[in-house]
């Protein structure tokens, strides 16, 4: 089966570094994705890794080992803002997004 | 309109009714999607739409039906709701021809069925 794995809650502090990962399994690559999603919101976009290595926008990088199945956001400068949940997503085979739960991450002063 | 609209925000409704989720984009995207997020898990593919005039089923398509008549919008219709659909409902779009097949979301409408 199909299976993307991210934890599911993770606290960092104002002003620090975080790394959110994520690891997949799917039938066929074409594409990962990480989008935030304040609550009660829709999620949004934020990066698209369909090759190997390190994308960085901003105070956001992400970065993906299709060898491993593997893939982390890095959330640098965190601003209370930043609270919400992550989410990855991969495209497969059939270009379809499968999901993970998210992550949930907690920001503190 | 700016991008994704969705009717109604929420609703509650009773067991065994017929409810139709509305989902509009002005984006001329050629690509819709209508997710269900539930608490704990991934959003989860009911219904998609690579272009108007076709359909497709997703990982979760049973109770749910929709129809793409043009490109604009993609109504989900429950036909008799069951008290397991209760959830959140996310319509998308994207542009198949853009490269990276960004999706583009829609506020959601909380459902539930009681």
């Known amino acids: 089966g199909q299976n993307i794995d991210q934890p599911t809650e993770m606290t960092a502090t104002e002003g620090a570094i975080v790394q959110i990962n994520c690891t997949y399994q799917t039938s066929g690559f074409n594409g990962l994705f990480w989008y935030q999603q304040h609550a009660g919101e829709a999620p949004t976009f934020l990066s698209y890794?369909?090759l190997d290595g390190l994308e960085e926008k901003g105070r956001f990088s992400s970065f993906l080992s299709r060898s491993k199945g593997y893939s982390y956001l890095l959330l640098k400068e965190l601003q209370m803002k930043d609270s919400a949940s992550y989410l990855c997503a991969v495209m497969d085979s059939n270009y379809q997004l499968i999901w993970g739960a998210g992550t949930k991450l907690i920001i503190k002063p | 309109i700016a991008g994704i609209t969705q009717a109604p925000t929420s609703q509650i409704l009773a067991a065994g009714r017929r409810m139709t989720l509305r989902c509009t984009q002005d984006m001329r995207h050629n690509a819709m999607y209508w997710y269900r997020q539930d608490l704990g898990l991934g959003l989860r593919l009911i219904h998609y739409?690579?272009?108007?005039?076709?359909?497709g089923k997703g990982e979760v398509p049973d109770g749910y039906s929709v129809s793409r008549a043009n490109t604009d919008d993609f109504p989900l219709t429950l036909a008799s709701a069951v008290p397991s659909q209760t959830s959140v409902y996310f319509c998308?779009?994207?542009?198949?021809?853009?490269?990276?097949?960004?999706?583009?979301f829609g506020p959601g409408t909380r459902l539930t069925v009681l």
């Open positions: 739409s690579n272009t108007a005039g076709t359909t």
């Open positions: 890794n369909v």
């Open positions: 998308a779009s994207s542009d198949s021809s853009s490269g990276t097949d960004e999706q583009f």
